[in-house]
């Protein structure tokens, strides 16, 4: 895990929605992700959601509105407290009423007198039937929260417990986790960028049935998005057909084989301030396409040709327009470092992130890496870590020569 998500102090409010059943959840996962958790309940949240299961999960007493004017906790101004504390508030759900409430500035309950105290960021997760997230009012609120700085989660679309179908769900804890470490990432160094990032491995169908594939899970093109996305970046995600969830926040383009890859590689390269090639892009596919499966021959081998596909990389290197910074992938077996620079030069990369794929805990699959982070300049750094602690070093590198060099 990044070193900055390290025991983040987060103050979870709860208000009086349906979705405030899945508030336990919430605060399993912020508990899971080593978070330093205070729930504060709205009275109506009470009706909801038991205080007693919250401070269970969380390992602390659950903050009621009864506590906020009380003689007993009041000498500690609870709202004060709570809001200097917090490195991030979250609200979630949060109901039309209490949207409202914000908007007003009002300050009646503990959790609207903490959201006016508080300087550090806030994550509003609203969540209700679609006529209320609809009417003008709601509409009118959020519209009023997002310019004074408030960031909104949208809601899910799908069944709602109303009845209803439509938009207004509560995004699961996965999501709402992930755009909790946006709002708190302390580097804002990708803040209206564009990055493009490609993942994954591509598939070359021989015949209706089969293809010719390697073993990459994406794992290390995602982290580098995710990183990307946290730092501020808008990020468009190119991914090869793996089963990733956790990908919410980009603007995410599946593909199948190195062709359709390139396609999305060339439509989106343009207005890209950096471009992220981490995916594992097959050099060759199958010459001709069956478009019957493939029956057993008589014969004990079976020759196929192969038919070199696109160096997308090497394209976009062609392509690269001033201040465009291209990042490139190069899974090595053996000559690492000198078949890695001689990519960067033939492909006109700006750095390349090379790993040696036969080391171990490295490469496909896994969820660590070692690699050599390589600059056209001559820079070189090797770094070792989890495939999230590799983008951040990627990052790291790749924004403190561009600062360097302006
Ligand atoms: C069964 C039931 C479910 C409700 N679900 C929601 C909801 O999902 N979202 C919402 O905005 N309001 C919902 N409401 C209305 C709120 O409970 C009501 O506006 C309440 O005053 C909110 O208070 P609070 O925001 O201070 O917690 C629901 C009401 C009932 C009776």
Not at 118 to 140: F, G, I
Not at 384 to 404: C, F, M, P
């Amino acid at each position: 895990m990044a070193e900055w998500k390290n025991r983040k102090r987060i103050v979870l409010g709860i208000t009086g929605g349906i979705a405030a059943y899945k508030g336990p959840e919430i605060v399993r996962a912020l508990v899971k992700a080593g978070c330093d958790v205070e729930v504060v309940l709205t009275e109506d949240a009470e009706r909801f959601v038991s205080p007693m299961v919250l401070s269970t999960l969380a390992g602390k007493r659950t903050w009621r509105q009864q506590d906020f004017l009380s003689e007993e906790y009041g000498w500690k101004i609870p709202h004060i407290t709570l809001a200097d504390w917090a490195d991030v508030v979250v609200v979630a759900p949060c109901t039309a009423e209490t949207l409202a409430n914000i908007a007003q500035g009002r300050g009646k309950e503990l959790l609207g007198s903490l959201l006016l105290a508080t300087r550090a960021p806030v994550l509003l997760c609203p969540a209700m039937n679609v006529n209320m997230l609809a009417d003008s009012s709601t509409a009118d609120n959020l519209r009023i929260l997002k310019e004074r700085g408030y960031t909104i989660l949208d809601p899910d679309s799908g069944d709602l417990a109303c009845g209803y179908e439509g938009k207004g769900r509560l995004p699961s804890p996965e999501v709402i986790l992930e755009e909790m470490w946006r709002a708190v990432c302390p580097f804002k160094t990708l803040e209206g960028k564009h990055i493009l990032v490609t993942a994954g491995p591509t598939w070359e169908f021989l015949d209706p049935v089969r293809f010719l594939s390697n073993p990459s899970t994406g794992k290390m093109g995602v982290a580098v998005a995710r990183a990307a996305w946290y730092r501020g970046a808008s990020v468009t995600l190119i991914l090869g057909p793996v089963p990733l969830s956790r990908l919410a926040g980009f603007d995410v383009v599946r593909v199948v084989s190195a062709e359709e890859m390139k396609e999305a590689a060339f439509a989106h390269s343009g207005k890209m301030d950096f471009i992220v090639k981490a995916a594992a892009v097959g050099d060759y596919r199958p010459a001709e396409y069956s478009g019957e499966k493939m029956k057993r021959s008589g014969s004990a081998t079976l020759q196929i040709e192969l038919a070199q596909n696109v160096d997308i990389a090497a394209a976009l290197g062609e392509r690269k327009h001033d201040g465009q910074v291209l990042i490139g992938f190069a899974a090595e077996s053996h000559d690492l470092l000198k078949n890695a620079t001689e990519k960067i030069r033939k492909k006109n990369l700006d750095y390349i992130v090379a790993n040696d794929i036969t080391a171990p805990e490295s490469g496909f699959g896994t969820d660590t890496n070692t690699v050599r982070i390589l600059g056209a300049d001559g820079s070189a750094s090797e770094f070792s870590g989890s495939k999230e602690d590799v983008a951040e070093e990627i990052w790291n590198i790749v924004l403190s020569h561009k600062r360097s060099s302006r």
